[in-house]
Structures are given as structure tokens and as C-alpha cells.
């Protein structure tokens, strides 16, 4: 049982440390790295050094807004502002060959987590500005948007291997390697949650027309969202197979990003519950149901089960808060910082992702296992941060 910040000390000056190690200034061309204008955390030092991924960043911000480090957080933004409008597109990474290729997209939320703490409205403005263009000239383009409003993952080079890359669920047995087919229901779900901060943000600032417009189009994406990739009889949202017309019931933590946007109603939130089962392990939640372990030359994809992700375990358990399952949030927020503590005091570092199944460092997939983590890292202060004076008590 762990007990708090108190018991954690060695992993927090841990954490520091390697924010600090993995913080960047890249000011100039460094080969296949764009350069940035203000500085950043990549997710370590050593093979993602000089990178600053999109959906990590999000993540990571939160973690840095927890310790303080709000300019460097703001910072992060900032670049983001500025690839878009340079490129016309947030990169999956600030890499030249990455410029076809987005991510998740976190814009508004990330934008939304430092502008409470630090109130700048006029700064606040130029990010909505910013991912108000994102979603409508990248994410609703005609390469994009492809079925009844809805979107997908695709990149500029429109192949399923590629597009399940600009997922950031490189790689999963999810998509049945035909990411092009498929409506995801996590990229859906952070469309309308661009639509709905847009739109509370327009409105506050006195913009009404605009306002309006984006609350129609979270209302009507909501509708189609629940028409199409809610499926009552397992309880569970599913991604969308819009080539066959059907969804696909294959459980992920995908599933569960309509509560972290409060998309869900309360029927489908108890619901979800019920079927956290599914994907709950003893040493945390794993991110697909058990898929008989596909192999992928010689290892495993990444984002299949038994493999947990730290910032996956962030959506589950916020959205497990956001509708009053206290209880269920906290005893998953256990699970994953006892997980991470232990394989830290036995290894000394956090790492990318870990195997929840047996408590331990998974097996490989496309590239060696990573230790760092910049989104571990992050994670691991949120729960603590959010849970602070719990472990000790239940």
C-alpha cells in the first residue's frame, strides 16, 4: 500500500530529473527535426531525443503544470500554434517526414489545462484559433471526414498501415490492419470535445455565432457517434467498420473515451463500469481484450493486450471521476502507481508502457523498450496529485 507523496519521494526527485534531462531547445535544423521556438520535454533523452510528439504532449503538460512548470508547459502550446501555421498541420512529431501525419488531438485540452493556471485570455484566443482550423482544414478535410460527418485516421500517403500510425496505437490488433475502414470512436469522441471547449469558449469571449455553430456540430456528432458506434447489447462504444456498415466488438480503453469527454449519458457510463472486466487486470487496466498475443516478427504489438499505458490509464480514471465512480477510479489508480513504483525500485527508471498482466516489463515490438517516460512520468504525478491522502486511507 503506498502512501502517498510521502511514499514516493525517490520517484518524484526521480521524475524532476528527468523532465529536466529530456527538456529541449531546438531552435535551429538539426537534421530531420524541425526546430521549435520555445522549449519542451520530449519523452526521454535517449531515442526520442529532440522530439516533441503531439498526443504525449498533453499528457506531459499536465504533469508539468502539477510540479510548476507552467511557462515550460505554455511553452509546449506555443510550438503547436506554431507548426500549424506554418505546415497546416499539427505533426504527429516535429520531424520533416512526420508532416503527412497527425495525432490524437489534445489542442484544446491542453490549451484549456494552462490557461487555468495562468488566466492569459489573449493567449487563449490565438490557441482556439489555432485548433479551430485544425479540425476544420485537417481533421473534417475530404481525406478525413469520410462518412456521415464522421472521421478517420489517414495520412498523406492514404494506406492502412500509415493511418493506424497516425492513430498513436502504432501497432494494434484494434483495426484489423484496415485503419482506412474504420471510424475510431477515441478520434470521434476528441472532435466533439474540440467542438464543446469551442464552443463554452466562444460563448464566454462573446463570440455567439460561432458559438452556436460549434455547439450544433457537438450536438449532431454526439447523435451520430451513439447512432452508429454505441452498442447496447455489450454495453460497450465500438469502433465504426463504415465499409461493412457495422461496429466492430473488439474491447479497448478506446471505448472509454467517451466518459473522459463526457460524452457518455449515465446509462452508458454504468454500462462501461459493468465491463471494465474486460480489460481490468491485476496490475492495472490492459489497452485491448486478450487477442491471443499476434505475433509481429518475433514480438508483439505494442498496444495490444497485456500492455498498459499510462496515459490511457489517465482517460479511464478521469473519466471514471468525471461520473462519480470514485471508487473504481481509485482502486485503477492503485493498481497502476503500486505497478510503476515496484518495477521502479526493482529497475531504477519509468518506463513506456508496462505488461499489467504479470506486473512486469513487456516484450518489444517495433523498437526497444523505453525508459524515461515523459508521459509515465506525468501520469504518475497526476494520480498521485489527484488522489493525494487516499492510498494510506482505503
Known amino acids: 500500500m503506498l502512501q502517498s507523496y510521502a511514499d514516493c519521494k525517490k520517484c518524484l526527485r526521480y521524475i524532476n530529473f528527468m523532465f529536466k534531462k529530456s527538456t529541449f531547445y531546438l531552435n535551429t535544423h538539426r537534421k530531420v527535426h524541425i526546430p521549435l521556438p520555445f522549449p519542451y520535454v520530449a519523452p526521454n533523452h535517449s531515442f ?41 498541420i499539427i505533426p504527429a512529431r516535429n520531424r520533416y517526414y512526420n508532416l503527412g501525419m497527425s495525432q490524437p488531438p489534445f489542442l484544446t485540452s491542453m490549451a484549456l489545462e494552462v490557461y487555468e493556471k495562468d488566466g492569459d485570455d489573449e493567449w487563449l484566443k490565438k490557441v482556439l484559433n489555432t485548433a479551430e482550423k485544425e479540425l476544420k482544414h485537417y481533421w473534417m478535410n475530404r481525406t478525413h471526414k469520410v462518412y456521415e460527418d464522421l472521421s478517420r485516421y489517414a495520412d498523406h500517403f492514404i494506406t492502412h498501415l500509415t493511418a493506424e500510425h497516425e492513430s498513436g496505437w502504432d501497432m494494434t490488433s484494434r483495426f484489423q490492419d484496415r485503419c482506412l475502414d474504420i471510424l475510431p470512436i477515441d478520434l470521434n469522441t476528441l472532435l466533439y470535445k474540440y467542438e464543446k471547449d469551442l464552443a463554452k469558449l466562444y460563448k464566454e469571449f462573446g463570440e455567439k455565432e460561432k458559438a452556436k455553430e460549434l455547439e450544433k456540430a457537438a450536438t449532431s456528432r454526439a447523435k451520430k457517434i451513439n447512432k452508429l458506434m454505441w452498442d447496447e447489447h455489450h454495453g460497450m462504444f465500438f ?156
Open 48 to 88: 526520442f531525443k529532440y522530439d516533441q510528439f503531439y498526443w504525449d504532449s498533453y499528457f506531459i503538460i499536465m504533469g508539468l503544470l502539477r510540479l510548476g512548470k507552467v511557462a515550460l508547459a505554455k511553452g509546449m502550446v506555443n510550438n503547436f500554434v506554431y507548426l500549424f501555421k506554418k505546415y497546416g
Open 239 to 394: 469502433d465504426y467498420d463504415y465499409v461493412n456498415q457495422t461496429t466492430i466488438p473488439f474491447y479497448s480503453v478506446a471505448s472509454y473515451y467517451p466518459l473522459w469527454a463526457e460524452l457518455a449519458t449515465e446509462h452508458q457510463a454504468k454500462a462501461l463500469v459493468e465491463n471494465l472486466h474486460h480489460l481490468e487486470e491485476d496490475y492495472g487496466i490492459a489497452n485491448t481484450q486478450k487477442t491471443g498475443l499476434i505475433k509481429l516478427q518475433n514480438a508483439y504489438k505494442q498496444h495490444d493486450y497485456p500492455s498498459g499505458w499510462a496515459h490511457q490509464h489517465w482517460i479511464i480514471v478521469k473519466g471514471l471521476l468525471n461520473y462519480g465512480y470514485e471508487d473504481d477510479a481509485f482502486r485503477i489508480a492503485q493498481k497502476w502507481v503500486n505497478l510503476n513504483k515496484q518495477v521502479f525500485d526493482k529497475t531504477k527508471f519509468f518506463w513506456e508502457r508496462y505488461d499489467v498482466v504479470s506486473g512486469s516489463l513487456p516484450k518489444t515490438e517495433r523498437y526497444g523498450l523505453q525508459k524515461g517516460f515523459g508521459w509515465t512520468n506525468a501520469v504518475f504525478v497526476l494520480m498521485l496529485d489527484t488522489f493525494d491522502g487516499l492510498f494510506d486511507k482505503r
